[in-house]
């Protein structure tokens, strides 16, 4: 790749024809639908051989709420190396650049991000406690305690796949969809809108919380490219994901945290919150350790 080539535009390389990054979007698309059915039906057939119910209804695949998650999240993931493929097969360049300006992963960048993702995780969470205080609404934790031999399969399974299934929305949505539309834009804004917007189609929120996602979503595209890769945005996305998670497992209502629905405008406020401190903390750690954002 060119040097001196911002994240965006890393999909312009000399092999580079308009029909590329389009057939790529293409086949991603199907990938994805593709992959979700065959993931669900091998999980019919693995729940049908353990003895899980096998429900199918609207709201619920699966009697058993672990492995109903097991299932949803290893349906996702498994399109990270299908984007990797598209990247190389497609558009005929290292997958490493979905990753980074330096073509790579930069590990010790990414656990910085974390750090300040937990730090801005708490802050989010105690502003939003303090808007549902301040409004006199209640604020229901999920505090309860299932007892370890429950607990257990279900931490493990979150922590083994929650970082690959966050991993794959973001190379997905922040980092194909954002360099795709960079082939063909200067500015960075219509793939990061249109990344956001389709993260956001993906989920089944409503009022408050379609507004919740897509500013994350949003702020994610624009931080891929203020920092030239995708550490900041899967530090984020995994973190807070296995928060959403693990009280749901720890009280026994993980079946709770599979729905989606209405947000309250208080949780947005405590969304805002994290984003701010996250996207400001990011961006100073990022100048002062001079992290490279353009390709050398």
Request: with cysteine; charged share 10%.
């Amino acid at each position: 790749m060119p040097s001196g080539t911002r994240y965006d535009h890393l999909g312009r390389t000399p092999w580079h024809r308009w029909w590329r990054p389009v057939l790529g979007t293409v086949v991603l698309a199907v990938a994805y639908l593709a992959i979700g059915v065959l993931v669900i039906t091998a999980g019919a057939v693995v729940a049908g051989i353990v003895g899980v119910p096998v429900v199918m209804a609207e709201e619920r695949l699966f009697g058993d709420p672990v492995f109903e998650l097991a299932v949803t999240l290893l349906s996702i993931a498994l399109v990270l190396p299908v984007v990797f493929g598209v990247a190389w097969l497609i558009q005929r360049r290292r997958p490493g650049t979905l990753s980074s300006v330096l073509g790579r992963l930069r590990w010790g960048w990414l656990l910085m991000c974390s750090g300040v993702a937990l730090v801005s995780l708490i802050l989010g969470q105690l502003a939003m406690m303090a808007a549902f205080g301040l409004t006199g609404e209640g604020f229901t934790g999920m505090f309860g305690w299932v007892g370890w031999e429950r607990f257990l399969p279900a931490l493990v399974m979150i922590l083994v796949l929650v970082p690959f299934q966050a991993a794959a929305e973001e190379y997905l949505f922040r980092g194909w969809l954002l360099q795709a539309f960079g082939t063909f834009f200067t500015t960075p804004w219509p793939g990061i809108v249109i990344g956001a917007a389709a993260f956001t189609s993906l989920h089944a929120y409503t009022d408050w919380g379609i507004l919740d996602v897509f500013s994350f979503g949003a702020l994610m595209g624009w931080l891929a490219v203020r920092t030239g890769g995708l550490e900041a945005p899967i530090a984020l996305h995994v973190l807070n994901n296995i928060v959403s998670f693990l009280p749901s497992a720890a009280s026994g209502d993980l079946g709770d945290a599979l729905r989606q629905g209405s947000v309250p405008w208080q949780a947005v406020a405590g969304t805002a919150v994290q984003l701010v401190v996250f996207a400001v903390g990011v961006v100073i750690i990022a100048q002062k350790r001079a992290i490279p954002t353009l390709s050398r």
